[in-house]
């Protein structure tokens, strides 16, 4: 048996039915990390002493949370006490949270068993994992190719088998795209269900943290764990429904609109031609497809790169060289200080959002980029409730891309920004969106991602495990296939 | 030509709640650097705010008490800028939406009375506080700075007024009639030394007569109510003299310096400020109901002016005598646990005022730091009542109470200072008194009756001074008669 | 259309230091950025309200009690340059 097949909810039953141990599972996932992590990179982290001693603690006294012992990665945007914490960046370098994520401690409480800390963009800014300061993480699929980002550690650690689970944060699609690039899925749920107590801010209005998991049952099971109003977080809320386990169930009478915009021009062929075939799957099982029309989707990139900025701007203006992190030596001045190190501490796209976001809050331009921005979004809010008016959910390709070569897209910011055109609306808009996999496209996975709205989990969730067990999508990337 | 000097005030008050505004620690002066901060007031990444719901009550009250319109909806803003004492690299503040706008306080001087407009009432945080290492203490000249954040975080009112204070005077009314408020609405301690109550001043000049605001300066951090007066003035006498010499006032940030009463201009930051404000996202819209407002307006604690209206009609004192009392929270407390202990409303105000404020006064000292307790004043006021001594002693023996913090029974057994109203007594030493001097018992019968405070005075002498003076004349008139 | 002098302006507002010839490169990415986004300027957005939240939540407060605080080990723990209790940084010049 391929342990690192094992989707957390088959573990968690053998785990309870005593036919499996957690230090077994975890030791599986270990050694896969022993045998991955030079070709993959995904952890910036790793205790590998710790999680067999936590597995080990699992097994000693059963019964304990409703997540006893699965081994699960984080992605190192979430505070962790006593573990570093560095964002993928050089700013953080040594960093010890005093205190955990609230979505940590959440799964901590449930008995999860940490693998260790996942790479990422710096700071969550970035769409292929090549902008940490650590090193780029790689495709599982195909080590030339990037796994995505900025959960591209999380992606890639459940992909290789170097982690049950992961969990992930997704501001523009952050978890959707890398999920879709590795072949796995990736949820992000509707702004507030998660607290972002512990989650270093990237744009405070669009982040929120979701599974990357095997599959959906999985991902609402993470999910369960994570959903609910934190006292720490003003805008955190109680979710109106518990997070239910998806059924076995067909797709009929469910009304899905196919969205234009996102559906056509844009998308390469090899993944229209996977998106279409998945189209047909899901309607010769019962669902009603139709056509939807987000109108204003064209005008989300440029909003979503105005307001996120701008958010960063100030969210990383904490970054100073006094309290913690880097700090550059030799300045003669405060002011200098400030200056060398967060020249020397940021990477170049994070100096580059940093750029953008404060020259669209300076004085004059507030208007016509910020304030222009955020009419934009009650536009997009406005055609997502439309569009709700005729269908449950929605759908469309989750990237335009399958995983493009690593150094592709470094040198052209702007085309890296387009590669987010399909799952920005959804954070624009604050809706949950989850990315499955529809299949391959020239042996790389392509995602199908579902939109619903606004605290819909349930339903998106049971849709996307209908939809999931009709595309029948069973490919394990080749480092876990070659353990079969 | 004549000049007018056009004022205005932005205030900072730093508010008494029991911990931060936007996280759990405490609030309070001081203490060991550092040892009251969490990773909200430290601005560790992924750290949140969340409101306090004191500090909107709070908020809500001083609003109210300037009669201030409290719009439906306020929303927070991010101001950003880089200083280290600043964590998050922005202030969390509030900006175009404002919790309250449009309201006014009226001062009342000896000579004029002024309704100063209040612009805006918001909400923000305060700073953390830098050590400034070195010789000096002050920024200029240090090597280094030392950051201490127990103070980061605290919740802080800003109050603007509108251009309307038209002299040093008046400026320095307006704000102690602020801070009276504030005490009575026991939202802040106002302790203007410890940094709780700061004052800004914004002042220009214009012709007399003119309605056009002058070029304005901004005289920062005036930490009393007498810097704030004097460094007005000497401000405005700058201005004056520029002005009168054909030069022109440069809009410009200065400095008062009290040791040699000297303006002085602040060195000025390299770039205009550029603050990017822009909606706080970690934060949701306040949004006060009218059943909120109501609410508060309910809790409010008595004002100034009710209570001195209600000593008039309650206590039927003077006006004056209201005025005085209530012109201090801490001294209208005072004043009316006095009052709970000791019947007589007028002659315990005659007191407080008269002898209490006096003594505060010369000695420069605070209500707070007094040893006489107001039961200790009560206590005094009974033996007087009772004749056990007179009022003139009473008055020496509540000097001594203020000195040394006795109470009034240790200090009268202690000097001896019981009144002789025993007849007996007193007939032994009058018989005596009579006896020494016979030209004067001649000449009081022969109808010279103001003789009679002669003979009181040889008795007192006698008694040193313990005489009852009512028992002393009666039985003197009767002597002398016979 | 965004010229070094924005840049400059920029770079000093956030606090960065760019080196003479970033000044180049930074300007060059910014317009091309700023080109795509200036799309959102075709709309005519008169009348519609500006979004800062997707949630429709007011009035998210706490109550007034105080918590453990960090011990001050704790919190100058990760400090650069620590001293005294209070964490130290070079002298403030220009206020």
Partial sequence: MNLLRLTATEALRRLADRELSSAELTGAYLEQMERCEGDISAYLHTDAEASRKAAAAVDASPGGGTLAGLPTAIKDVLCTRGIPTTCGSRMLEGFIPVYTATCVSRMEDAGIVSLGKTNMDEFAMGSSTENSAYGTTRNPWDTQRVPGGSSGGSAAAVAAGEALWALGTDTGGSIRQPASFCGVVGLKPTYGAVSRYGLVAFASSFDQVGPVTRSVRDAALMLRHLVGKDPLDSTSVEHPEAIADPVDRDLSGLRLGVVSELAGEGIEAGVNEVFREALARLQAAGAELGEASLPHVEYCIPAYYILAPAEASANLARFDGVRYGHRASGAGDVTEMYELTRSEGFGDEVKRRIMLGTYALSSGYYDAYYGQAQKVRSLVVGDFRAAFADYDLLLSPTTPTTAFRIGEKVDDPLSMYMSDVCTTPANLAGLPAISIPAGLSQGLPVGLQLFGPAFSENLLLQAAHSAESVLGFQAASPLVEELD | MEYEPVIGLEIHVELSTRSKMFCGCRVKFGGVPNTRTCPVCLAHPGALPVMNRQAITNLARIALSLDCEIPERSIFHRKNYFYPDLPKGYQISQYDQPFAVDGSLEIALEDETARIGIERVHMEEDTAKNIHAGDSGRIAGSL??????????????????????????????????????????????????????????????????????????????????????????????????????????????????????????LRSKEEAHDYRYFPEPDLVPLVASQQFVEEVRRGMPELPEAREQRYVSEFGLPLYDAQVLTASREVADYFEEALGLFDDAKLVSNWVMGELLAFLNTAGQELSACRVSPAGLAELLHRVRDGDISANTGKEVFAEMCESGASAAEIIAARGLTQISDESELEAVIGQVIEDNPDQVEQYRGGKVKVIGFFVGQVMKQTGGRANPKVVNELLRRRLSE | MVDHEDVRYVARLARLRLEPHELDRYAEQLSSILKHINKISELDLEGTEPMSHVLDLTNVLREDEVHDSLDSEEALANGPDVEDGAFRVPPIIGE
Avoid at chain 2, 144 to 166: A, C, K, Q, W
Avoid at chain 2, 229 to 234: P, R, T, V
């Fill in chain 2, 144 to 265: 280094y700075s030392m950051i201490d954040f127990n103070r980061s975080g605290t919740p802080l009112v800003e109050i603007v007024t509108r251009p309307h204070i038209h002299s040093p005077r008046m400026a320095r009314a307006f704000l102690n009639r602020l801070k009276n408020t504030l005490l009575y609405l026991d939202v802040s301690d106002c302790n203007m030394e410890e940094g709780s109550l700061r004052c800004d001043a914004n002042v220009s000049l214009r012709p007399v007569g003119t309605d056009e605001l002058g070029v304005k300066t901004e005289l920062k951090n005036m930490n009393s109510f007498k810097h704030l007066e004097k460094g007005l003035a000497q401000e405005i006498e700058r201005q004056r003299e520029l002005l009168e010499d054909g030069e022109r006032v440069v809009q410009q940030t200065v400095h008062y310096d009290v040791a040699s009463g000297e303006i002085s201009p």
